[in-house]
């Protein structure tokens, strides 16, 4: 995402708001990242950029549709990039890694269902609880 964008969404173009996008869009294993993660990782590359002003940009990101905000159960919310595709999330109980994945077939199946009651499905989510097996 670019500066464009932003302003595209109605937002000024700010150092914070930047820097906190460059670090949502990394591609790393874990970019559901929560605002102290993203907080931290302003510090370290020597961003003066404080927590309040993070949790500030997240929520005007969250309203102007940019980012997702997620409330897992047990775990603080942690943010994604809105990229307008549809994906699941499972959660390892075990160590909150968050796994994304896609399935056409359960979108299927929900919308069949919705069928069988007299409703069309708008929108649905789902989130998987999982433990490695041993």
Do not use: C
């Amino acid at each position: 995402m670019e500066s464009h964008d932003l302003k595209k969404v109605g937002l000024k173009v700010t150092h914070p708001r930047m820097r906190i996008l460059e670090l949502l869009e990394q591609k790393k294993d874990q970019h559901h990242l929560s605002a102290e993660d993203i907080y931290r990782q302003l510090l370290e590359h020597g961003d003066e950029i404080g927590l309040a002003t993070v949790y500030r940009v997240l929520t005007q990101f969250e309203a102007a549709g940019l980012v997702v905000k997620h409330n897992f159960e047990g775990g603080q919310a942690v943010y994604e990039i809105d990229r307008g595709d549809h994906h699941y999330h499972m959660v390892d109980v075990g160590t909150d890694k968050i796994t994304e994945f896609e399935s056409p077939e359960i979108v299927e199946l929900l919308s069949k269902i919705a069928a069988q009651h007299g409703y069309v499905l708008e929108e649905h989510s789902l989130v998987l609880y999982v433990r490695k097996k041993k």
